[in-house]
């Protein structure tokens, strides 16, 4: 059973940067696409970004688009989701999610079997 745990959340002014980390149990994401999702108070669940297996592939979604960046870090075995230039409407909980994939590619969407527990981002002046 893959564990997932995020943290870097926390309260940041409009215009600033935070990086989230989403640290897994395995020894290697190398069999895994991870995704990141956010859920804001009275919202739907939002599919935010997704990295494949290799790296080779990454998405976005529009609303997060040249400010958000996924990467891996392959010593750590550890996901981040890299945010700049934070907007009010950018607070929500983010979750991390992972899917045991073949291929190169990922969807934002999932669908994914492994999630973390979250953690909050509030970005308010």
């Known amino acids: 059973q893959l564990q997932l745990v995020e943290s870097g959340g926390g309260l940041v002014q409009p215009g600033g940067s935070l990086r989230l980390s989403c640290a897994t149990s395995e020894l290697t994401l190398d069999r895994y696409s991870v995704g990141w999702f956010r859920q804001a108070p009275g919202k739907e669940r939002e599919g935010v970004s997704c990295r494949s297996r290799s790296g080779g592939t990454t998405n976005y979604a529009d609303s997060v688009k040249g400010r958000f960046t996924i990467s891996r870090e392959k010593a750590e075995n550890t996901v981040y989701l890299k945010m700049s230039s934070l907007k009010p409407e950018d607070k929500a909980v983010y979750y991390c999610?992972?899917?045991?994939?073949?291929?190169?590619?990922?969807?934002?969407?999932?669908?994914?079997?492994?999630w973390g527990q979250g953690t909050q981002v509030t970005v308010s002046s």
């Open positions: 999610a992972a899917v045991r994939r073949t291929g190169g590619t990922c969807v934002i969407d999932g669908p994914y079997d492994y």
